[in-house]
């Protein structure tokens, strides 16, 4: 064939595009392998899988042998719940008869109620251990219920309370008289948010604050702002990172539409510093620091506890070290490093995740303890970053608004809080504070040890969370012999504890009593028997056959083989 011109560039734009094909594929495999293997990584997958997971429960004869225990486990298993749930009926009464009224009228009531254990065994359950989902009370570093019973509180109000919840009834009372003049008029400012400003900028060391109403709402803007000002689409986040609850930040289960603009990567990984060094769509990066507790893990729930494997490890070096090469590898693609310290923000130091492990960087997110005791939202940022027009083309704009952000009466608390933060007390608290945890946690670990209990907690500072050392089906008992023990748990159950920094010594050694006490009570009624032939990967293969089981032939049969 002659080399004319054309047939030359017939074969030229054929190589090109060629190339591009592989070069595309090559970028399509190198995300593939910097996704996290598990189904967090794979939203599309794991959406199809969960709609694949059938229900079926257990009934009495299979509830209390389902790791295949002896008839004399079995009933001595049965003999500890039907005390267990003896005790809960007499001593919660008035809590659960006003919670299982306010049940069928709240639907996040039903939600957590559901989801407080695995499925299989949620029926007997509900039934024998019905949610208590009421205080009356708080003070010092318990709670009452409607019963009139104090237990500890473990459940730090989802991570809001770090300073005593005495402390935030303060900061609410004090700060309604500093804006009780103004009341509650919303568009134009009360003074106080040009002191919270200067704090909060001091703070974060970034140039600009904006005010919202929820962690989720800073965030939801942060990553607004960052696609706007990149011109970029895709966001990235960590495997198991939580990041609040609006759809790009939960790609997968949990959001009834999938979310293409969300790459969900491997945490701590080469491939995925890869990936942003290579992918040219990327706006940001968001970590959420708590990740260093259980990288690439997702929030311990015990509804998700269906055998052992669960594990947690906090490195500091080695998470810091991260966080400067992620750092690195975003300065040079222009990506916006966004921290989301919604959670640990004033938790671990007083200049938060960027003080404490080292790191700065462009967007910083920052809420719950923040606004004082009352709902808040913050994100600080880079100048640049965070201007919502263009000098030069004045109908591109990137919206945000909001009618309750700058409440007064929120930002007085915060003023509250903030101010507090200033104090000799507040260094007092930070000092050491890493040392004081990470004694508390050996010490209890020590106990646990000694006692033959199969339990070990792992922590991050305050923030704790319980892993189990012995292959088992029932950890997720442990929850209900806890809170029997009088230790307030959230819904997670021992996926996480979260400790208030007015815990003294003597506050936590009974704490640590109670622990023991509660693992012990399990041990003994028998749901750790130990049985060689039980590991972790015969626990989930036999759970992944009665799934096919049911899948295959519906609800013909109750699991009770
Ligand atoms: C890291 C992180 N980001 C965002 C959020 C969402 O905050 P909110 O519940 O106030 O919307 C949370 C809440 O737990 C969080 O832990």
Not at 211 to 224: I, Y
């Amino acid at each position: 064939m002659p080399w004319t011109t054309p047939t030359l560039a017939f074969y030229g734009l054929g190589a090109a595009a060629l190339a591009g094909s592989v070069v595309k594929l090559r970028k399509r495999l190198e995300l593939s392998q910097a996704k996290h293997k598990s189904l967090a990584g794979h939203a599309r997958i794991s959406r199809r899988l969960a709609a694949f997971v059938p229900f079926y429960d257990y009934g009495e004869d299979r509830f209390f042998c389902s790791d295949g225990a002896p008839a004399e486990i079995a009933e001595r298993r049965r003999a500890g719940f039907a005390r267990l749930s003896a005790l809960y009926r007499t001593r919660f009464a008035e809590t659960i008869r006003l919670t299982t009224e306010a049940s069928a009228n709240i639907s996040d009531l039903q939600f957590t109620d559901a989801y407080r254990v695995p499925f299989q065994y949620r029926r007997m359950v509900s039934a024998a251990l019905p949610a208590a989902a009421f205080v009356q009370s708080s003070s010092g570093v318990t709670v009452t219920d409607l019963d009139g019973n104090r237990a500890y509180d473990l459940t730090g109000s989802y991570g809001v309370n770090l300073l005593g919840n005495d402390f935030y009834k303060g900061a609410i009372e004090r700060g309604a008289a500093l804006v009780r003049e103004l009341g509650p008029v919303l568009g134009p400012y009360h003074p106080l948010i040009v002191e919270n400003t200067k704090h909060l900028k001091a703070i974060s060391g970034l140039d600009e604050v904006s005010f919202h109403m929820s962690g989720t709402e800073a965030v939801m803007q942060a990553v607004r702002l960052a696609r706007y000002h990149t011109k970029r689409s895709h966001l990235v986040r960590f495997a198991g990172a939580y990041h609040g609850w609006w759809g790009d930040v939960q790609p997968g289960v949990g959001n009834p539409v999938p979310a293409h603009e969300t790459y969900t990567l491997n945490d701590m990984s080469e491939r995925a510093l890869h990936v942003l060094r290579t992918r040219r769509n990327i706006a940001c990066v968001l970590v959420n620091p708590l990740q260093a507790l259980h990288p690439n893990g997702s929030a311990p729930s015990d509804s998700s506890l269906l055998d052992s494997s669960r594990s947690a490890h906090f490195d500091k070096e080695a998470y810091a070290a991260w966080l400067k090469r992620l750092r690195e590898v975003c300065t040079e693609r222009n990506i916006v490093l966004i921290f989301d310290e919604v959670f640990v923000g004033f938790r671990l130091a007083k200049g938060g995740a960027q003080d404490y492990f080292g790191v700065r960087a462009d967007l910083v997110t920052y809420g719950k303890t923040l606004g004082g005791g009352l709902p808040v939202g913050v994100v600080c940022g880079k100048r640049e970053l965070m201007k919502r027009y263009r000098d030069n083309r004045p109908a591109d704009i990137c919206f945000a608004r909001g009618t309750f952000n700058s409440h007064p009466y929120v930002m007085a608390a915060m003023n509250e809080f903030l101010a507090h933060l200033q104090t000799p007390q507040a260094d007092a608290l930070y000092r050491d504070l890493d040392r004081i945890w990470d004694d508390r946690a050996q010490s209890l670990n020590m106990r646990l040890a000694a006692a033959g209990l199969p339990v070990v907690l792992a922590n991050m500072s305050s923030i704790w969370t319980v892993c189990y050392t012995q292959p088992s089906r029932y950890n997720w008992m442990l929850q209900y012999y806890l809170r029997t023990e009088g230790l307030a748990l959230s819904w997670i159950g021992t996926g996480r504890l979260i400790f208030s920094l007015n815990y003294s010594q003597a506050h936590f050694e009974a704490v640590a009593d109670r622990f023991v006490a509660a693992a012990k009570a399990m041990q003994d009624d028998g749901w750790w028997w130990k049985n060689p032939a039980l590991t972790d990967k015969t626990i989930k293969r036999t759970i992944l056959k009665e799934m096919v089981r049911h899948r295959l032939f519906g609800p013909r049969e109750r699991q009770s083989d």
